[in-house]
């Protein structure tokens, strides 16, 4: 079955129009006039923005050699991990039990790669709207800065999501 993403949002009750051969596909987007590429993107960041608000984490650790700034999500389907459009991240694969599914988590702890993602999906989140203002913050303040020491605002947004992060908040 093939319909546009963007095409049943006007007529939630309408069914979907399914198509027998692939040039009556291409017949119908072209002829489609509601469905634009930035319509389809935003659906994307949209569904990107759902994960990461349901099984993506937001964090800053702090160790021996500073803050370190993440993005992760964890999630069953290798085609997701696809979805974050960055090329420097880490997937780490592993099994909780040995009857379960693999699970993959992409972590992303480049700052300028964090920072777009943000931006991309920041309209659509919910959940995690507060701790991406306070990330975004974060990543703003130290590209501004190379390798300076961490500003009092840097250590109090870290404090902050370290909170926010907290089980049970």
Known sequence: MYACPMGLHENPTRKPTVFKHKRDWKTFIHNFPTCSPWEIMNTNDAYLAGLIDGEGT???????????????????????????????????????????????????????????????????????????????????????RDKAKYSERELEIQRELHVLNRRGS
Not at 70 to 79: A, D
Not at 80 to 85: L, V
Not at 91 to 97: A, E, M, Q, S
């Open 58 to 144: 937001v964090s800053l650790r702090r160790g021996k050699k500073g803050i370190t700034a993440e993005l992760s999500l964890v999630n069953t389907n290798p085609i997701i991990i696809d979805m974050f459009g960055v090329s420097k991240r880490y997937i780490r694969k592993r099994r909780f039990t040995p009857n379960s599914k693999e699970v993959s988590e992409v972590t992303i702890q480049r700052l300028g790669d964090i920072l777009s993602v943000l931006k991309r999906v920041y309209p659509f989140l919910h959940l995690k709207k507060r701790r991406a203002e306070l990330m975004i913050e974060f990543c703003e303040l130290r590209l501004s």
